[in-house]
């Protein structure tokens, strides 16, 4: 069974740092690739980056170039969002997903879904 878990979120204020985690099981890294999206409350939901299963290649929205760096440990089956310098506007739920395939940052191209971990950007 195919299973992913999102932790690390939290509230952090304007400037800071945080790292999220994804937590995978039911299937190995080297064998599917992994997203991160993020959906803010009122918006679609969008893809920041995402991690490929076959070579470890990455690849970011053009908008999130910078601040984000997805990285992943296959010995533990997790893939992390390392955030900095964080914005107000980065406030949403964030999600990682897993696609059977080729990098992509559409939403509607990936397979598994986690539940999802709400960070608050804020004063």
């Known amino acids: 069974q195919v299973q992913l878990v999102e932790s690390g979120g939290g509230l952090v204020q304007p400037g800071g740092s945080l790292r999220l985690s994804c937590a995978a099981s039911?299937?190995?890294?080297?064998?599917?690739?992994i997203g991160w999206f993020r959906q803010a409350p009122g918006k679609e939901r969008e893809g920041i980056s995402c991690?490929?299963?076959?070579?470890?290649?990455?690849y970011y929205a053009d908008s999130m170039k910078g601040r984000f760096t997805i990285s992943k440990d296959n010995a533990k089956n997790t893939v992390y969002l390392q955030m900095n310098s964080l914005k107000p506007e980065d406030t949403a739920v964030y999600y990682c997903?897993?696609?059977?395939?080729?990098?992509?940052?559409?939403?509607?191209?990936?397979?598994?879904w986690g539940k999802g971990t709400l960070v608050t950007v804020s004063s």
């Open positions: 997903a897993a696609v059977a395939g080729f990098c992509t940052l559409y939403a509607d191209g990936m397979d598994y």
């Open positions: 039911g299937f190995t890294l080297d064998r599917y690739t």
């Open positions: 991690i490929r299963s076959s070579d470890g290649s990455r």
